[in-house]
């Protein structure tokens, strides 16, 4: 692990300093959802990473680990104060080797990170997949899908092997959380008797987010985004769609929506081969 200067150290969260780790990323206008840091400890009780000057958090992060063979680095925030100092820097190498060692000897480890750091993070072993692009704006109070489905009506073993087709592999405990929150709209779609997509709008400090959106055509796609925009019409929406997905954009566009923010989807390890196609919304930017 990194040396740090005196009076700093880097260790385990508590449950105060991810709740501030939470307002931090409220303030730099990331809008997580209202539950997402409480789900993800619930999930992974060891994934969130404080940095500490004389026992006050300064900094922070989480390595969060899906399984034995995918992780996901998030939430990467120093205080004001300290930036500028190269303990950022510090902090993020900590966090890589903490969680390589979390994982299986041969594993992916994905991040979302801003493009001015996409140079330290190749240095450190990753490399850019692609872009991801936020967008925006009010729900329209659009037709929903006649055949939509709840997500309660759907078995969960369904739901997950669905999902493992569109994420680095099967999230059982995560996904049982994510998907039944608080305040959270989802809806699926069947094809011939098969899941073919589903989707979930979830409350956010502003509005909703929708994700993650998954769907086996632009057509399914379009009708699972009407079926929630309609839940929450009149609310204020965001969506995070893969750049190469060019019928995502195009749908974004078509819902009203504007682009207003992007980053880099980065990889370290074997390639996921993601199905980029079928990914109208990825779930989080802090956790995969």
């Known amino acids: 692990m990194p040396s740090l200067p005196a009076g700093y150290a880097i260790g ?5 300093e991810i709740d501030q780790l939470g307002a931090w990323a409220t303030e730099e206008g ?6 997402d840091l409480a789900i993800a400890r619930r999930t992974d009780p060891d994934a969130f990473i404080a940095l500490r000057r004389r ?33 950022g820097a510090l902090l993020w190498q900590w966090r890589l080797a903490a969680l390589r060692q979390r994982l299986a000897a041969v594993a992916t480890i994905g991040m979302d990170g801003v493009f001015d750091m996409v140079p330290f993070y190749t240095r450190g072993g990753f490399r850019f997949a692609h872009r991801d692009l936020r967008f925006e704006g009010v729900a329209p109070d659009s037709p929903p899908a006649p055949q939509a489905l709840s997500l309660n009506e759907v078995p969960f073993e369904q739901l997950l092997a669905f999902d493992a087709e569109h994420f680095p592999g099967p999230r059982p405990l995560f996904l049982q959380q994510w998907l039944f929150q608080p305040d959270a709209r989802g809806f699926a779609l069947r094809a011939h008797g098969a899941l073919c997509g ?50 995502g954009l195009a749908l974004a566009s078509t819902l009203g929506l504007q682009e207003s923010f992007s980053c880099a989807r980065l990889y370290c390890g074997p390639d996921p081969a993601l199905r980029i196609g079928q990914i109208f919304g990825v779930t989080s930017f802090e956790f995969g």
């Not at 385990?12 to 105060?16: A, D, G, K, L, Q």
């Not at 990331?30 to 539950?35: A, S, T």
């Not at 390595?63 to 300290?82: A, N, Q, S, Y």
């Open 198 to 247: 589903y989707g979930l709008a979830r409350r956010c400090h502003q509005g909703f987010k929708l994700g993650p959106v998954f769907a086996q055509t632009p057509l399914q796609a379009t009708q699972l985004l009407q079926t929630l925009c309609a839940s929450i019409a009149g609310e204020a929406i965001q969506m995070d769609i893969p750049e190469p997905n060019e019928a």
């Open 55 to 87: 026992g006050e958090l300064v900094g922070g992060g989480s390595i969060f680990r899906h399984h034995d063979e995918f992780g996901f680095m998030g939430l990467f925030i120093v205080r004001k104060d300290v930036r500028g100092t190269g303990l």
């Open 12 to 16: 385990p969260m508590v449950p105060e």
């Open 30 to 35: 990331w809008n997580p959802g209202r539950h």
